[in-house]
C-alpha cells in the first residue's frame, strides 16, 4: 500500500480550498447557463411574418451594429437573413407585377464591371459601374432595346442596390437612372451607407428646391 506523502496532502488540500479563497463560493459547472444575447432576444424567429417596413428596421439596426470594431456572430447571421428576406419577397414582387420578359437571373460581372440582369438565357439590361476602393460607383443603367425599359429597368437597379447591400458593398449612385429610381423609390435609401444616403438626399432636395 501507497503511503500519502505530506506533499500529496498539500496538493489535496490546495485544490478543495482554492475555490473559497476570497470569499468565492463553489458553483457547479453543470449549473452555469450562457446568459441569453441581447442581440438574440428580440430578433423574430419567423420573419416571413414581419411586415416590410418592420423587416427594413431590423435590416438598418442590424447594419449599424456591423459596422463596430468587434461585430458579433449573431449580427452578421441576422444580417444575413434580414438580406435574404429582402431579396425573396423583392422576387415574389416582380413575379407578380412584372412581365414575363422582365424576369431571369442576375449576376455580378467582374470581368466588364456591370451588374447584368437576364431573361431565358439573354441579358435584358446591365448597370455598369467602377470600383473605387470599397465603394462600387454606379455609372450608367442600359437597357436592350427590345425590351421596354419602364419593366426592366426598375427591377435592374432594385437587384443591383440589394445585390451590392447583401454584399456590404458601399454604392455611389453616379447614374442618372439610379438617382431617378431612388427619389421615386425612397425605401431603397435605406440600402445605402449613411454618408452616401445623406449626400443623395441633399442632392435631391437642391434639384428639387431649383
Do not use: W
Request: charged share 25%; glycine share 4%.
Amino acid at each position: 500500500m501507497r503511503s500519502s506523502s505530506f506533499a500529496d496532502y498539500r496538493t489535496q488540500t490546495a485544490q478543495a480550498a482554492a475555490p473559497q479563497q476570497f470569499g468565492m463560493a463553489v458553483v457547479p459547472e453543470a449549473t452555469r447557463n450562457p446568459a441569453a444575447r441581447p442581440d438574440d432576444a428580440g430578433f423574430p424567429t419567423d420573419l416571413s411574418i414581419v411586415s416590410n417596413r418592420q423587416l427594413r428596421v431590423l435590416c438598418n439596426q442590424t447594419y449599424r451594429m456591423l459596422d463596430r470594431d468587434f461585430p458579433a456572430m449573431e449580427a452578421v447571421h441576422h444580417y444575413e437573413l434580414l438580406v435574404e428576406e429582402i431579396e425573396r419577397r423583392e422576387v415574389q414582387a416582380e413575379t407578380r407585377s412584372e412581365p414575363t420578359k422582365a424576369r431571369g437571373g442576375f449576376r455580378d460581372n467582374s470581368l466588364f464591371s456591370r451588374f447584368e440582369l437576364f431573361s431565358d438565357g439573354t441579358m435584358v439590361g446591365h448597370v455598369k459601374y467602377e470600383m473605387k476602393g470599397s465603394h462600387a460607383v454606379l455609372i450608367q443603367a442600359v437597357v436592350d432595346p427590345q425590351f421596354d425599359p419602364v419593366d426592366v429597368e426598375p427591377a435592374l437597379i432594385r437587384r443591383v442596390l440589394l445585390n451590392a447591400h447583401q454584399r456590404r458593398i458601399a454604392v455611389v449612385p453616379y447614374c442618372p437612372r439610379v438617382r431617378e429610381f431612388l427619389r421615386e423609390f425612397p425605401q431603397y435609401r435605406a440600402l445605402l451607407p449613411v454618408d452616401q444616403r445623406k449626400r443623395l438626399e441633399a442632392a435631391l432636395l437642391v434639384s428639387a428646391d431649383a
